[in-house]
């Protein structure tokens, strides 16, 4: 097998692997964990901590985003990758064999935050090297393209995620019986997909620029330091532009609008099953525009494509909450669809962009913490943020007003950076990537 094959094999399977471990988290949450291991808390209280148990996870984000970025930038991009694989595959199945507050208490709970947090810590130190070893991998006119690879995970992973439980709750556990025992085997079966992805992600051969770096022996003693001394614009930035991308995002993926269409004691509470395969479908469309967005990339420019992604993300901001009101599965299904059509265009182009942002050698670290930055700031406790709008105001007015504003955060951010679509990633051309990447330099 060709080894740009191998890297795209890789890199789709590892990420969504990755994110589908990560996802089922926030919708099973979403679902049950408030009964399981919240209730005595009672029910408000229950909900927020819940999206609380999500959003944590982010905060050690950055934690991960460290400490792969430092052995990253020295070690190599492959390592950390697998390990991170590793650790998160270990900690879902965890999850799916912890038991409930029924059984052991208040250590139920402590525990599942403990293991969420180690999620949050391998998902930081995921995409960096997921990235690179893509990007890094392709030719100068396919990085748009290559760099989809990784990207193209996220939404495979909710989907995976969205149809593991279309089939749990439809089929083989409806009802009770998923809230009993069904709701265990998603968590479960990340360990057949662990080995899996494992066995893939160690058949591919390192970066060549990182191969490039060991060989001129160019690795830099203490990258984190050497990026925030030189570096701090491009890492604000970039954190910005993930901000505003993630708060719409983590509506479905953080499991918030699962949650608030199908609560029985909620203003729509519709069937759970239907909800998950339109949420399944959007993953879907989700996907497409990221590949869309990724190819034309490579034709038309970083910056252009992802102004568009960010008009089409500000557009949804606008509709999304007034189409799911609406309470029917037509206009919630047109609100998914709108909402996973603005991200994925933007969210294609992502990878690429953040890697054209950093010289090489300390590239790993900049993505990385750039990326997990912006995560806590848009997307950490967006469902939480949307739960506690919702609970003080009785309606979704504000949860508009909130997502308009993360939306026009991206679209201000992304209007300040320069195109780098042809810039050069090898050392030769560190000159024009330690050029500012801002307009008005």
């Known amino acids: 097998m060709r080894n740009d094959k191998k890297v795209a ?4 399977i590892g990420t969504t692997i990755e994110w589908y471990d990560y996802f089922i988290y926030a919708a099973v949450a979403g679902l049950v964990f408030n009964q399981l291991f919240f209730a005595p808390a009672g029910a408000f209280v229950a909900n927020l901590l819940v999206f609380a148990s999500i959003g944590i996870s982010f905060v050690f984000r950055p934690l991960g985003a460290f400490l792969a970025g430092y052995y990253g930038d020295r070690l190599g991009r492959r390592l950390m990758l697998v390990l991170t694989l590793i650790l998160m595959g270990g900690t879902t199945t965890l999850i799916g064999l912890l038991p409930t507050y029924e059984s052991i208490g208040i250590a139920a709970p402590i525990i599942l935050v403990c293991l969420r ?7 930081g130190g995921e995409w960096g090297g997921a990235v690179l070893m893509a990007v890094e991998h392709a030719p100068e006119k396919k990085r748009g393209r290559f760099g989809a690879f990784p990207q193209l995970g996220v939404p495979l992973g909710l989907l995976l995620a969205s149809l593991v439980l279309v089939i749990m709750t439809g089929f083989v556990s409806p009802g009770d019986e998923f809230v009993e025992w ?8 990340s360990l057949v997909l662990l080995f899996v ?6 058949s591919v051969e390192e970066s060549p620029v990182f191969e490039e770096i060991k060989e001129r022996k160019s690795t830099i003693e203490n990258p984190i330091r050497h990026l925030f001394k030189h570096y701090k614009g491009s890492v604000f930035a970039a954190a910005l532009l993930c901000a505003g991308t993630t708060g719409l995002g983590y509506m479905t993926t953080g499991g918030f609008i699962q949650n608030y269409t199908t609560n029985p004691a909620g203003p729509i509470a519709l069937d759970r099953t239907t909800i998950l395969t339109l949420v399944t479908i959007s993953a879907m469309v989700w996907g497409v525009f990221t590949w869309l967005s990724a190819n034309l990339s490579d034709k038309f420019g970083r910056k252009k494509i992802y102004l568009v992604g960010t008009l089409m993300q500000l557009i949804a901001a606008f509709v999304l909450f007034p189409l799911v009101d609406m309470g ?7 609100g998914l669809f709108i909402l996973s059509a603005g991200i994925g265009m933007s969210y294609g182009v992502q990878a690429v962009l953040y890697a054209e942002l950093f010289p090489a050698s300390i590239r790993f670290s900049g993505i990385s913490i750039s990326y997990a930055v912006g995560s806590i700031l848009g997307g950490a406790f967006a469902p939480l943020i949307a739960a506690w709008l919702i609970g003080v105001t009785g309606g979704t007015t504000a949860v508009t007003v909130y997502l308009v ?5 991206a679209f201000t951010s992304i ?3 320069k195109d780098r679509t042809r810039i050069p990633l090898g050392l030769d051309h560190e000159a024009e990537q330690n050029a500012s990447p801002f307009v008005w330099k």
Request: aromatic share 16%.
């Open 9 to 12: 094999y890789a890199t789709i």
């Open 117 to 123: 947090i180690l999620q949050g810590i391998s998902a």
């Open 182 to 189: 069904g709701w265990r085997v998603p968590f479960l079966f």
């Open 197 to 202: 992805g494992h066995w893939i992600r160690k």
């Open 328 to 334: 029917s599965y037509a206009s919630i299904a047109a």
């Open 405 to 409: 504003a993360m939306a026009l955060l």
């Open 415 to 417: 209007a300040l950076l």
